[in-house]
């Protein structure tokens, strides 16, 4: 604002303030939430937004599983995490490798049909995974990757937004450089390492935060996929606290372990947020 | 050693009906240690060629030897070569001592010899503050150096320069011309250097090639490409502002151009069809009506450029410039002037072919 006007300063004080607190509302009901006992829950309707004491309780609960006072045996999170955490990292990185190398060899290299093949990785840019599920499944379970960690990621590693924006940044690449690396006798392997990867940094950190998020949050496809308990993403755990029926339904715990699946994709954006921010505004060759 | 050959060299883009044939089979002999230009307008394929004797883009015909090699199917990186790109081509993500020993690494040169040469290149660059930066934190003219830097730590048989000058102001322009010459003169490596700027082709050059649509119109020293341009284009290209042509029919000693009769100082070459050239410079004047053989100049308008005075008008119709000293009275337009010639000074082409009759 270049006005400097009360009212106006007022308005969109009121506006950013109104707007956090719609973010920050849920996250500070799940904060009391697991800081309560689950009676306690259960017993004020509606739920009291004053912290309790059972914090930490409920997060060891959580984390480690075990009986609860309502007599439900609780499975642990902390593996539930480290699933998540697994395919969340190798989908990221798989995506950012496979995605650079495709679109290394689309804007470097001539071969036939390379335009073709271009527009169908391009094409697949409108397909999300919810329309090709049923045929990847068919995929995955006749590969019998039903259950493993390759079942989890590599159907969700292929991905034509991150080779697009890749293709658009190497076509930013001056082709003087391309041709100082060749007279320096950089072949296409050491061009690739030696000047686009550097180059190409700050973009590979935000497209990794943008993917790790994505890996993390998926939902559908490991609830496809998995059937073993020891193979399931946090995501579905949280879902599968949530008792149906007549079970009572320990929602300190739920809100424990949807806190915990905050923590990893929060750390992340926090820890790369200066590069990221950098990756998706900087222009400087 | 670093002498360079082009035999019949040709360069086609595309196939078939559709293809573009950029170079048209050019020859040419440089020797060792020489400094050669190439000059000519946009598209006239002189940066096709540089690129093709770096090894950048392929050879349609003909052959390109460096040293007495044939390289025509060595990869850059193998021909000897160094070059420094237009827009300096450094790579942005490391620093000015690690962009000169890049390739120097790729070679697997000792890294005590790479530090060396590198420390070397950057004393003769005045380089030397500046070794650990980045190029994003240096001036035109300091990536300029160092992408000279990064060619001479190379220690290659060739120098080729793609219009490294063109993104420099004039100051740093002319300053950065006459550290190059400085260069080759203490290096002495052959250099091979394109331009469309006819003042850093005549400044730098030990010899120019004028090329044109493909071919070369000439090759030789500047003063012979001055003196005696082989053709009409060169005539126009070559000289600012350029040669006075006009076109008419000599007959004897007198000369037929539109809208008037010229009587020549001797006789023209041959008769019939030809075109006369005379350099702005190379004619006296006086005022008003000359008399007996003077050719008159219908003034239109009078440039002041300093030291001189560029006056523009017509002979009978032709447009004709006459380049005059800066200090005299200058003549006013719609004034005539009177033109004295020698016969010395009068270059005469062929109308049809544009080639140089004498």
Known sequence: MIERRPVATLLSHLVVVLGVLIVAFPVIVALVA????????AQSVPMSLVPGDNFLASMSQALFGGKTIYGNTLPPVAPMLWVSLVSALVIAVGKIAISLLSAFAIVYFRFPFRGLIFWMIFITLMLPVEVRIVPTYAVVSTLGML??????????????????????????????????????????????????????????????????????NQYLWPLLVTTREDMYPIVMGIRRLIAGGDSATEWNVVMATALLAMVPPALVVILMQRWFVKGLVDSEK | MGSIALRRVEKTYGHGPKAFKAIHGVDAEIADGEFVVIVGPSGCGKSTLLRMVAGLEQITGGEIAIGGR??????????????????????????????????LRNARVPKAEIDTRVRRAAEILELGALLERKPRQLSGGQRQRVAMGRAIVRQPQVFLFDEPLSNLDAKLRAQTRIEIQKLHSDLGITSLFVTHDQVEAMTLAQRMIVMNAGRIEQIGTPEQVYGAPATTFVAGFIGSPPMNL???????????????????????????????????????????????????????????????????????????????DGTLTPPRPGQTMALRVDAQRLHWFDSGTGQRVA
Not at chain 1, 153 to 178: C, G, W
Not at chain 2, 78 to 95: G, K, S, W
Not at chain 2, 266 to 281: F, K, N, S, V
């Open chain 1, 147 to 216: 259950d493993s960690y390759a079942g989890l990621t590599i159907p969700l590693i292929a991905s034509a937004t991150a080779t697009f924006l890749f293709r658009q940044f190497f076509l930013t690449v001056p082709d003087e450089l391309v041709e100082a690396a060749r007279i320096d006798g950089a072949g296409p392997l050491k061009f690739f390492k030696d000047v686009l990867l550097p180059l190409s940094a700050t973009s590979i950190a935000a497209l990794f935060v943008i993917q790790f998020i994505y890996g993390w």
């Open chain 1, 34 to 41: 697991a800081s309560q006992t689950s009676e306690q829950i």
């Open chain 2, 70 to 103: 044939v390289v025509n199917r060595l990869e850059p990186s193998e021909r000897d070569i160094a070059m420094v790109f237009q827009n300096y081509a450094l790579y942005p993500h490391m620093t000015v001592y690690d962009n000169m020993a890049y390739g």
């Open chain 2, 246 to 324: 006009l076109p008419g029919t000599a007959r004897a000693n007198r000369f037929e151009i539109e809208g008037a009769s010229l009587t020549l100082p001797g006789a023209a070459p041959r008769e019939g069809a030809l075109t006369l050239g005379l350099r702005p410079e190379h004619a006296q004047w006086q005022d008003g009506a000359g008399g007996e053989g003077s050719w008159p100049l219908q003034v239109e308008l009078v440039e002041m450029l300093g030291a001189e005075r560029l006056v523009h008008g017509r002979l009978g119709r032709a447009p004709f410039t006459l380049r005059i």
